[in-house]
């Protein structure tokens, strides 16, 4: 039964991965049942297709880099020295995610604009002509930076929790510096890791659209992902033909990225050698405090002045860089609030995230356990399993732009008639993070070993029986937060939601970015905070829900 | 003009036993969605206006600009899942004609009070309601005495200090550059270059910066973007009424195949009453295509935009701006 | 499905058990059960051991139902559990026998109580035992293992060896007649680990279960057998009693792995009642050799033999009376143990080592007279060239 | 800031170190290292002996400068490491030391040449030294350790024992003086320890480093040792040669750490030459007993005292003419370990176990008579109740 069920989400994932994005290209690039290769040449001959090309790859490339780096540095700062920040720490990854990250795009825009950003509204009073413009290209690399950190710190600090200490120590002792060991051996030794977090970087930067939609279109710099959506929506009739061909670069830079990953991993010859983690950390002495205060420092940039930027813009009468207390008002939050659809994308949005969420860890979790290997063998033959495992992953590889394009040309007609109606929004979220919710499933429900199952079989428990009194309960902490990371996702989506959302289901994305090209700031940053404030509330309970509450050698 | 309607006139009880039984079918119905690009306000304001008066009909809307408005409709036409009873660009109202098969012919059987519209505000698939007219913003505390005409722009106070709307950004704003250029010649263009402008994507940027003090003068602009700031105290002022201007309309079309198509009509034939005016034009945005509504002005000069610039003419366009 | 065994009651019957892997990295594949066929008596206490990777886990998931061997049938409590033949596969939740794992594998969301307790809950037949009851019988159990009043503590608030014998009382609680038994001790103290080894002794006497005990550990096996079945790559080697298992090895293998063994390459120079074997040490005479010799087939003149003896079977000067075998040898270092004293010692190209247990202090590098009395010497098959001390 | 010091030629010298960590859980400190004053001698190996918790890795860790400690003083080859009152501490990688890791702590992206190049590479020392001349230090050590022709292998492709020894090459290729050891083979298989402590004390007798090396499994540090630190609780219990802590242990917690004892209470009722002692037993008589009482004062009548003697002391049945101790006990499980026969055995209350070498096969209840020679007797100073044997 589970078996059957697994194998219709897996043949579902597929037609819902599959299906749309085929009909897409064969509708764009074979209009007369012949391949027309023209659309290729069209495409390329565009004035702006060179410049966005080299626009997306020097900002995508650059930020990548950057994230890894800093990601890196953050993770073992965190894992593997006494300069961590404990729990704090621990919650660093989840912390951007809490804004949307088109409110954390606007935050910038809001704090470093030239003349009007608050933060040049502070530089004019100091001496010197000293100003900051986000609104260029290493301002744009600096936002997509700060929103891709999460996903390389995640793996990157998975592998180094588990990283053997005394690999370190051993390079101490044979005479190297603390400087030595990060680079000689910490980080190599954590290399695979740190490959496929460049990747997932690189998939996620070509994914990106928060960033360049907001910090990119009011700085005149045309990124790949938007400019897809233009096509597709600031043209008539929508061209789709040079969408797709766009759409299809990405795929193929995406796919190059992961057979590139592929060889660079395999070609690692060594294996790792034992995962013991332990407590020990290296003393950094003086410096403790020096790089303590450089997370923190970190930390605060990377939410806390973009969310105060939101608030202060909220409340301000109208944005201006002279921040006055007396004026505030409430007005753009009753304004906000007493509009129906924002309202009704509050809605939306939260019902999605907590209801989609939870449906996708409950797939993950299904999964797992099929493929789980028992002596009962297991529910899915390994080769099957290992079918199953690429299907949850294969959407990694499309940005969500390609995933909504071809959404909408498969469903939203006849025979589905999906057009506008929540559920193609929650179908759609649910293939687009459909990677993330299994990576994280995965991981909660790795912790618990084996042997825990096995002595359950052991003590004559059926296999339902273990999987409830066992299995899942172990995985609770673990798949709740999954469940908060999920509900964060889908309730922030914003590239496929502007795509599908419909008159009767508006949803956060859509709205933010709706209002933002409205050119209306202040209701703006009224809604992004009201939102943040769901999103963060929502997950601190989750969080706190699952926190243990027994003690585990 | 087309004067002379007394404004009870058009109330809705007064439209005789058509209306009357559009309105029943349509309270039947009960629902109802606007596609639209007006703004946000404006169309939230619409829809409650709306629901005040009826309170039996829930309102839905979709709003996106532009282009991204025919797309969303394209797409849902073609698949024929449409969702829209009421259609209501902003921009290239061609877009009606040339897609006839998605609406509803228009006349006073579908929407009685078309019988006593002015005829330049009506066509085979549409009618306008209200114009949104160019304007420049200034600052009120940085700009001594306002330009009177569009020439008055090119003086070297505003040197560095005026922020100019991309052409491309938009066709309106494309359209805008060639009515001025066709008017005053490619030196007003070049004029413009040469005070060093900053660039914005929309209108609304422009404004903001105007508020904020770190420049004097935007243009073109639209009221949608200053009116808000203005009602917030912003330093702003905006000059209207020069003179070429031009005007964007908002067209109504009911579309074909409408899941509420009794409701649109109704909807439709509010939007002529005073009642609707109140709401369209309650933020001092909207001109209205009538008289006797508390709108402003028509300008006297008004001009419809030109939506298809050629290519080349757009080329030389941002060659003269220097973009 | 019983189905009745005939003969001796055995509690778990096994017959050509095989398995097979395909290996992690690359081609191949290891057979880590190689046609194994064992009986274990009701009551018995068999030690599976061998070295790591030798298939000792394999064999006993297989027992359990953790693992699907491929070929062969195994019965327990005459029940057939596993028939490749007929497709015969009970789960391991099905299977009257109950496990102790290496990581005590105790659940750490649920106390003590409701670990123990576990099975009583899960057990079908059990299902419908009254809380009442649950509770004495867990009582009952961690009585048992001596850990009465622990109850509400959560595992993580134990030591190792509480751990351990919580895992115990949970193994024990369902009165599963079979026990299987994981490397159970290689996680605690040294010293933790001979309070609970004897402990195990102590309980296996008094309940009277049938194990079967895991461990590459040849004390830990020598001291808890009735059985010791030696394993070497997925094939038993040897399965006899501890003593016989020392003191007649059946290969070299089983010599080396059970205690030192000194092993040396000869060839046999003359058989009647005694053996007289030539090795570059000088000839040896076997005492009454048919006793000695683990060969299969009988031992014929001039065949090449491997002789071995323990390091504690050499005797230091053993006088000129003696009636050992005697050469001499260079003493090249020596290390004391406590108990006794190690020698290592040469003599030509051979490398020896001499256990004894009197103090007497040699100085490196003297010359000593080696002894080893006649029956303490053993005449192994001949293994391929590499002599010396293992 | 080389610093002379006095008398003999100490390669490490610690004076009063102490250090306390946090306790992870709650409330309360725990000192590890409480108050130990050591000096290691050019060449020794020295052996921290202990059981788990007491305080080994970070005493080691302390001299290895990846532990801090609190107070004290360290010196290594006359250079100051470590005072807390000057406030001078070296980071690890200006000691001048090696360490060989319990986890082998290979880096798995290296390969075994880099692996083993990577100190010459690092040390400020040798860091200026050509391809050439790095490569050849690598081959030597590499050769020293038996690996030559493995330099182009990953870690991950060699077998536990080959890690270790590549762990072994990386600690000596730049000839640092003193070598530190953290439980180096508890993760090897018992047969390959064997072999690798066997290396192990040939290469030190070769090269003459000083060896501080840290177990808590008493026989390697019986083997391995010039003298053994045993350890409780972060201070030192005894620091003697191999043999002179084992049969004279300075207290009960020494003598029951390192093999087996059997303890007994007693009182003294007369002392002369020889002292005599009652107990639950009956009377001991100990010869020549100032040399096998360990306490801090001079005996006298009437005091308390600890009885100990080795199991392997023991004789079963020694014959009426012996001059041993004897008394009856009851046999209650005997057990093989190859070398020796475990008996346990009762008396009255007491449990004592005994280990013989002879193949006598008594029956489990049988009664025997035990006895103990007089001069293998110890006198340890009383401690609180709790009899019987560990
Ligand atoms: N699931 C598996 N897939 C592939 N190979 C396996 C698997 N399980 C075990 N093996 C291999 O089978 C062989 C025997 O393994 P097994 O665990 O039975 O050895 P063992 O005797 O228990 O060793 P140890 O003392 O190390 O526990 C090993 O080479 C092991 O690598
Ligand atoms: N970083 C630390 N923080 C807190 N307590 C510690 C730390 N390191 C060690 N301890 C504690 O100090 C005590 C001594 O630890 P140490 O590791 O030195 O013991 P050990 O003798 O090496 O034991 P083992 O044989 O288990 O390795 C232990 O109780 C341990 O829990
Ligand atoms: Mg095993
Ligand atoms: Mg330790």
Redesign the pocket.
């Known amino acids: 039964m589970v078996r059957v069920a697994v194998l219709i989400i897996a043949a579902a994932l597929i037609v819902l991965l599959v299906y749309p994005i085929g009909r897409m290209v064969i509708r764009a690039l074979f209009p007369e049942g012949g391949l027309d290769a023209g659309a290729f040449a069209r495409v390329v001959s565009q004035p702006w297709f060179w410049p966005v090309l080299q626009d997306t790859f020097v900002v995508v490339g650059t930020s990548s880099v950057l994230a890894l780096l800093i990601a890196s540095v953050l993770a073992w700062l965190n894992e593997r020295t006494d300069a961590g920040l404990g729990w704090l720490g621990t919650f660093m990854p989840l912390l951007p995610l809490l804004m949307p990250p088109i409110a954390t795009a606007a935050g910038w825009v809001f704090l470093a604009s030239p003349e009007v950003g608050f933060i040049n509204g502070v530089l004019a009073y100091l001496p010197g002509n000293l100003s900051v413009n986000v609104l260029t290209i290493p301002g744009l690399i600096f936002v997509y930076t700060l929103e891709l950190v999460p996903f390389a710190y995640i793996p990157i600090s998975g592998a180094l929790r588990n990283l053997d200490p005394s690999l370190e120590e051993a390079s101490r002792v044979s005479g190297a510096g603390v400087i030595k060991t990060i680079f000689r051996v910490s980080l190599p030794a954590v290399s695979q890791a740190m490959t496929s977090a460049f990747f997932l970087l690189i998939v996620a930067g070509f994914a990106l659209y928060s960033a360049p939609v907001v910090v990119g279109t009011n700085a005149g710099i045309d990124i790949l992902s938007v400019r897809i959506v233009r096509l597709m929506q600031f043209t008539y009739p929508a061209d789709l033909q040079s969408a797709t061909v766009l759409a299809t670069i990405l795929l193929v830079v995406v796919l190059a990225a992961w057979l590139l990953q592929n060889v660079v991993t395999s070609r690692g010859r060594y294996a790792m050698i034992s995962g013991r983690g332990s407590q020990v950390k290296i003393p950094l002495g003086r410096w403790r405090h020096v790089f303590r205060t450089g997370t923190i420092i970190y930390l605060l940039l990377t939410t806390l002045l973009p969310l105060l930027a939101v608030v202060i813009v909220a409340f301000q009468p109208f944005w201006t860089p002279v921040i006055d207390p007396s004026m505030f008002t409430m007005e753009h939050f009753e304004r906000v609030l007493n509009r129906r659809n924002s309202v009704r994308a509050l809605q939306t949005s939260v019902m999605l995230g907590l209801v989609g969420g939870a449906i996708a860890v409950a797939i993950c979790v299904l999964i797992n356990i099929a493929k789980r290997r028992t002596s009962f063998g297991s529910i899915l033959g390994p080769r099957l399993a290992r079918v199953v495992d690429g299907i949850m992953r294969l959407p990694a590889a499309f940005s969500a732009i390609v995933i909504a394009l071809g959404f909408i040309v498969a469903f939203s007609g006849p025979p589905f008639n999906l057009n506008g109606t929540a559920a193609i929004l929650l179908l759609c979220y649910l293939v687009n993070f459909m990677p993330q919710a299994s990576t994280t499933v995965g991981n909660a429900m790795s912790q618990v070993g084996n042997d825990l199952t096995e002595a359950s079989y052991m003590s004559h428990a059926s296999e339902r029986r273990t999987i409830g009194q066992v299995t899942v309960p172990l995985a609770i902490p673990g798949l709740l937060s999954a469940w908060a990371l999920l509900f964060v996702l889908f309730a922030g989506e914003v590239a496929a939601s502007t795509m599908l959302a419909g008159a009767q289901t508006p949803v956060i994305g859509f709205v933010l970015v709706e209002i933002w090209e409205n050119g209306t700031v202040g209701p703006m940053a009224a809604f992004a905070t009201v939102v943040t404030l769901i999103t963060s509330s929502a997950v601190l309970l989750l969080v706190l829900l699952g926190r243990q509450r027994y003690r585990r050698r | 003009g087309c004067g002379g309607q007394a404004s009870d006139e058009r109330d809705p009880g007064a439209g005789g036993d058509e209306i009357q039984s559009i309105e029943e079918a349509a309270i039947e119905e009960g629902q109802l969605t606007l596609y639209a690009s007006a703004g946000e306000s404006q169309i939230e304001a619409m829809a409650e206006k709306f629901m005040d008066d009826y309170p039996e009909i829930s309102v839905d809307y979709f709003r996106a600009a532009g282009t991204a408005l025919f797309n969303r409709f394209a797409t849902e036409a073609e698949s024929g899942s449409v969702t829209a009873d009421v259609f209501m660009p902003t921009v290239q109202p061609s877009f009606v004609e040339e897609n006839a098969e998605w609406f509803v012919e228009l006349g006073p059987d579908e929407v009685p009070a078309l019988a006593e519209w002015p005829e330049e505000f009506q066509d085979e698939y549409t009618f306008e309601i209200a114009v949104e007219e160019v304007v420049a913003i200034y600052n009120t505390e940085t700009v001594q005495s306002a330009p009177a005409s569009w020439e008055d722009v090119l003086d070297e106070q505003y040197q560095g200090r005026i922020v100019l709307v991309d052409p491309e950004s938009s066709p309106g704003y494309m359209s805008w550059y060639s009515i001025m250029q066709d008017r005053f010649g490619d030196e007003f263009l070049t004029g413009l270059a040469e005070l060093d402008p900053v660039w914005v994507d929309t209108g609304a940027v422009g404004a903001q910066q105007v508020a904020a003090g770190s420049h004097d003068i935007s243009l073109p602009n639209y009221p949608s973007h200053a009116v808000a700031l203005i009602g917030q105290g912003a330093p702003i002022e905006m000059v209207t009424d020069l003179d070429p201007t031009q005007g964007i309309t908002t067209s109504v079309a009911l579309t074909a195949n409408a899941p509420n198509p009794n409701a649109a009509k109704l909807f439709a034939n509010w939007l002529t009453t005073q009642s609707a005016y109140e709401a369209v034009c309650a933020d001092g945005v909207y001109s209205a295509t009538v008289e006797g509504t508390d709108c402003l002005p028509l300008a006297s000069n008004f001009v419809e935009p030109v939506w298809e610039v050629p290519g080349e003419r757009q080329e030389e366009i941002v060659e003269l701006l220097g973009r | 499905m019983a189905e009745p065994q005939e003969g001796a009651p055995h509690r778990v019957e096994i017959r050509g058990l095989s398995k097979s892997?395909?290996?992690?990295s690359g081609a191949g594949t290891?057979k880590?059960i190689d046609d194994i066929t064992l009986s274990i008596q009701d009551g018995e206490f068999l030690v599976l051991l061998?070295?790591?990777?030798?298939?000792?886990?394999?064999?006993?998931?297989s027992i359990a139902g953790l693992?699907r061997p491929d070929e062969g049938s195994i019965s327990i409590d005459g029940t057939t559990v596993y028939d490749s033949g007929r497709g015969i596969f009970l789960p391991p939740n099905r299977r009257p026998i109950s496990m102790i794992f290496q990581s005590y594998a105790l659940w750490p969301h649920m106390t003590i109580f409701k670990n123990v307790a576990y099975p009583l809950r899960s057990r079908k037949s059990t299902r419908r035992l009254g809380h009442a009851e649950i509770a004495a019988r867990v009582e009952q159990a961690l009585a048992k293992v001596g850990l009465v009043g622990l109850g509400d503590q959560y595992p993580g608030q134990l030591s190792g060896g509480q751990q351990q014998r919580v895992a115990l009382a949970r193994a024990l609680v369902s009165e599963a007649q079979v026990l299987l038994f994981?490397?159970p001790l290689s996680n605690v103290d040294a010293k933790v680990r001979e309070e609970l080894r004897a402990q195990l002794v102590e309980m296996q006497r008094e309940l009277g279960f049938t194990a079967i005990y895991?461990t590459?550990d040849q004390a830990e096996a020598m001291e808890l057998a009735d059985r010791i079945a030696v394993?070497n790559s997925?094939r038993i080697e040897q399965l006899d009693p501890p003593r016989r298992v020392y003191q007649r090895p059946q290969s070299r293998y089983v010599a080396e792995f059970i205690g030192s063994a000194n092993l040396v390459a000869g060839v046999v120079r003359s058989l009647d009642e005694r053996a007289v074997v030539d090795t570059a040490l000088g000839s040896f005479v076997i005492e009454d050799y048919t006793e000695h010799w683990t060969g299969d087939t009988p031992l014929g003149t001039g065949d090449s033999v491997t002789l071995m003896f323990r390091p504690e079977d050499c005797l230091v000067d053993p006088g000129p009376d003696s009636r050992s075998n005697m050469w001499d040898v260079e003493l090249v270092r020596t290390s004391f143990t406590g108990v006794q004293q190690h020698l290592l010692v040469h003599s030509g190209d051979e490398r020896l080592i001499v256990l004894t247990t009197n103090d007497a202090q040699y100085p490196e590098g003297a010359k000593l007279r080696l002894g080893v009395e006649r029956h303490k010497l053993h005449l192994l098959p001949p293994v391929p060239a590499e002599s010396g001390a293992a």
């Open positions: 892997f395909r290996r992690r290891i880590p061998g070295p790591s990777g030798c298939g000792k886990t394999t064999l006993l998931r693992e994981d490397e895991v590459h394993l997925g």
